[in-house]
């Protein structure tokens, strides 16, 4: 039982793998070639909003100067957080491939 157990965790771990390599050449090939990024500071109550917050102002930066982009990726730390957590600062980068 342990045996197929294994052998269906690496079976998803593979399709997956296989899928993520696949999705940046996909994309290339559709016109995204224009790689884009910004920064931006964004503050929330709680630690989940502090994180939205600086993700949601970097996306919409990205977006801004490339109509269409691909998901990309995010970078994001915690720059303040205040004594009992009712205000948390984080700054994101979010890079991401568009069409030009």
Not at 23 to 47: C, F, I, L, Q
Not at 80 to 95: A, K, L
Request: charged content about 15%; hydrophobic content about 40%; aromatic content about 8%.
């Amino acid at each position: 039982m342990r045996n197929v157990t294994l052998l269906r965790r690496f079976g998803l771990v593979s399709a997956l793998a296989v899928g993520l390599a696949i999705t940046p050449a996909a994309a290339h090939a559709e016109g995204y070639d224009t790689p884009r990024s910004a920064t931006a500071v964004g503050a929330g109550n709680t630690y989940a909003e502090g994180v939205a917050a600086a993700e949601r102002r970097a996306r919409q930066a990205v977006l801004s100067v490339g109509h269409d982009c691909t998901p990309g990726t995010y970078y994001t730390s915690g720059i303040y957080s205040s004594p009992g957590g009712g205000t948390w600062v984080f700054q994101s980068t979010h890079e991401a491939v568009c069409v030009d």
